[in-house]
């Protein structure tokens, strides 16, 4: 207890002596009298430790120890954690993984000086009166008439003028009844503001969620909350990037955030699910899904069903076994975990002739869609691994390149569908999981549509998961004549990945991709970004490594002369035939997604930069805004008092529009 005590002296006789820098409270060896009476080296080990504390710590807890937007105080006397220099030693060596508190693997002397340091932190905070009204993390205030009480978000039934789940609607159709906007006066949409994240590291992937006035939208590792009127930023919370991340993890994408009551979850880079406070961006817990080590990532947004958050996994050309997880919105504790690669001997490991399952893949990538109704929740997977090299897997590869339908409750497996058995093209089934309630040919019906990346749009019935309708959406499909009634596709030769390479179409991107869809009630059309492309597939026998992509192969795109580009395609529900289109919206299949309102518009991103409103019915063009970005991004729309705005992201810029 003698460093304690001389640590109190030395801090205290800075502090209350008046020997401080203007708004600095952190000792300072060279300020203090009478340095040999409180013991030099203890003041020797303040100033060393306050170097370490700066260039390690500071960057979280701030400069004072009292906070930052990425960690909470530490120097509250009243914190168990922290009450000794061992209980200080031991914290930052071993982390705080629940709360997103690494582990930092130093040497004693320097764990000796920052645990020092901390402590003269501790006991000059002791020593100084509280600041009134003072918040940790510091915040903006929230807008008026904001952030007074937190409105519950009623995903299932949301008020009109919200979006707030990444879909905005639980359905996944990116219908919005919101009409003050419509075909009458879309040319007098204007831009309304912008704002822009610099640290963004690409593109940005995310879909804003808005509720209660306040936007919600992330990148990677971090998340922001704004005034949706204005774009002012209210909060921010980051916490650095994870080096040494695999595949689309280690590319920086996030694609949003889930809402329930007072909190925002989102999830980090290196498969963490976290959960945060809505009003101050706070972090509430924190917890692993899997070990970054092993391939393994998070890109997407969570899910909210009832009391659960619900979120899957990245690392889908890395060799991860994929699974879904459920956890407890409260606490942060796992409720379920759903394995979409079987263990050997587990039903469904028949499927998986060889030692592949092992490293199987099957991510869980995109987020899936809910039926309060029918309680069932629905996901999408991924592909199988290695991607291009089915000799170490036989069989059907389940539960890859399917949709799962699950009791939300339990995790427990109702049914599945294969959109393509032993997929050997990496054709992700991670497209959206549309439901949608219609007349079917006849017959009200409750029913789940996918414009698939293999190049079919399917119907099913949601309850039995049985195909109504499987039709081709792009003329180059090359691979499967057509798909037969029970489900499975009708194979033709010469589709496989060889050494030398195989000509197949669609390409590895697909006839489309994970971008949004979008379905109108009004019109009866399902709206998606359809490519016409091939691609050179070629196989190898590279097997998985820590830290790398699980391909077995590779591909090129096909030789000029195939047909190529991107078409936004409107689909007939009820014969899978497009009923329109407009073609050349841009180059690559990878672009901004849809949304479709009741005003009788469609957005969308094209390829020269411009975002457009079109009429939905027929798909003429009725308004654009040229902003120079690239799409990455699906539109929304919602309304604040009244005014309805239309938010989109562009490149690492958050566009808003409004009428003028």
């Given at each position: 207890m003698r460093i304690v005590t001389v640590l109190v002296l030395a801090c205290g006789v800075r502090c209350l002596s008046g020997q401080t820098a203007t708004g600095d409270s952190s000792p300072d060896a060279s300020r203090i009298e009478n340095e040999d009476a409180y013991g030099w080296k203890a003041v020797q080990a303040i100033d060393s430790g306050r170097q370490q504390f700066l260039a390690r710590c500071a960057s979280c807890h701030g400069e004072d120890g009292g906070g930052g937007a990425r960690g909470s105080t530490i120097v509250k006397v009243d914190q168990p954690r922290a009450s000794s220099r061992d209980a200080v030693r031991d914290l930052i060596r071993r982390g705080i993984p629940n709360v997103g508190m690494p582990a930092f693997p130093l040497s004693d002397e320097e764990l000796d000086s920052i645990a020092t340091y901390v402590l003269s932190l501790r006991a000059a905070s002791a020593a100084k009166p509280p600041a009134t009204g003072e918040s940790t993390p510091p915040v903006h205030p929230m807008p008026a008439g904001m952030g007074v009480s937190i409105p519950f978000v009623d995903v299932a039934q949301p008020k009109p003028g919200t979006w707030p789940t990444y879909h905005g609607r639980l359905n996944g159709n990116r219908f919005s009844p919101l009409e003050t906007i419509n075909t009458g006066n879309v040319q007098h949409l204007a831009a309304a503001w912008m704002f822009t994240i610099r640290s963004a590291p690409r593109d940005l992937q995310v879909t804003p969620v808005v509720a209660g006035g306040v936007m919600f939208l992330t990148s990677v590792n971090e998340a922001f909350a704004l005034d949706a009127r204005s774009g002012r930023e209210i909060w921010h919370y980051s916490r650095p990037r994870t080096p040494g991340l695999a595949g689309d993890a280690a590319s920086g994408i996030n694609r949003g955030?889930?809402?329930?009551?007072?909190?925002?979850?989102?999830?980090?880079d290196n498969a963490h699910l976290i959960a945060l406070d809505r009003r101050t961006?706070?972090?509430l817990w924190d917890v692993e899904m899997a070990d970054a080590r092993q391939n393994y990532g998070a890109t997407s947004a969570p899910l909210v069903v009832n009391d659960l958050v619900i979120s899957g996994v990245s690392g889908g050309d890395e060799g991860i076994r994929g699974f879904l997880d459920a956890y407890r919105a409260a606490t942060g504790e796992r409720v379920w975990r759903f394995w979409t690669v079987p263990a050997p001997g587990e039903p469904g490991s028949e499927t998986w002739g060889g030692r592949a399952i092992e490293h199987g893949c099957a991510a869980t990538w995109l987020t899936g869609t809910y039926d309060p109704e029918s309680r069932l929740l629905y996901w999408p997977t991924g592909n199988p691994c290695p991607d291009y090299n089915g000799a170490e897997r036989h069989g059907d590869n389940l539960y890859s390149n399917s949709v799962l339908a699950l009791d939300p409750d339990t995790g427990?497996?109702?049914?599945?569908?294969?959109?393509?058995?032993?997929?050997?093209?990496?054709?992700?089934?991670?497209?959206?999981?549309?439901?949608?309630?219609?007349?079917?040919?006849?017959?009200?019906?409750k029913l789940l549509l996918q414009g698939n990346r293999n190049g079919f749009f399917y119907v099913l019935d949601r309850l039995s998961g049985k195909v109504l309708l499987a039709e081709p959406f792009v003329k180059s499909v090359?691979?499967?004549?057509?798909i037969d009634a029970d489900g499975r596709p009708r194979l033709l030769p010469g589709n496989e990945p060889s050494v030398e390479g195989q000509r197949v179409c669609p390409a590895v991107a697909g006839a489309t991709n994970w971008m949004s869809t979008a379905f109108s009630a009004r019109t009866g059309l399902f709206y998606l970004f359809a490519d016409e492309s091939c691609a050179i597939y070629t196989k190898n026998d590279q097997w998985w490594e820590a830290g790398k992509s699980f391909y077995g192969g590779s591909t090129r795109r096909a030789p000029s002369g195939t047909a190529s580009g991107k078409t936004l395609k409107a689909i007939d529900l009820q014969t899978g035939k497009t009923a329109w289109e407009i073609p050349d919206v841009g180059e690559g299949i990878l672009g901004s997604g849809l949304m479709v309102t009741a005003g009788g518009l469609l957005f969308y991103g094209d390829g020269g930069g411009a975002f457009v409103a079109a009429d939905a019915t027929n798909g003429k063009a009725l308004w654009q805004f040229n902003t120079n970005g690239r799409w990455r991004a699906g539109p929304m729309t919602y309304a604040v008092e009244g005014n309805q705005y239309v938010g989109v992201a562009a490149g690492t810029t958050i566009l808003a529009f409004s009428l003028r």
């Open positions: 955030v889930a809402l329930l009551g007072d909190r925002v979850f989102t999830v980090t961006g706070q972090l427990t497996l109702k049914w599945h569908y294969q959109f393509t058995p032993h997929d050997l093209h990496d054709w992700d089934a991670t497209e959206t999981p549309m439901l949608v309630d219609a007349e079917f040919r006849g017959q009200r019906r090359t691979w499967a004549s057509g």
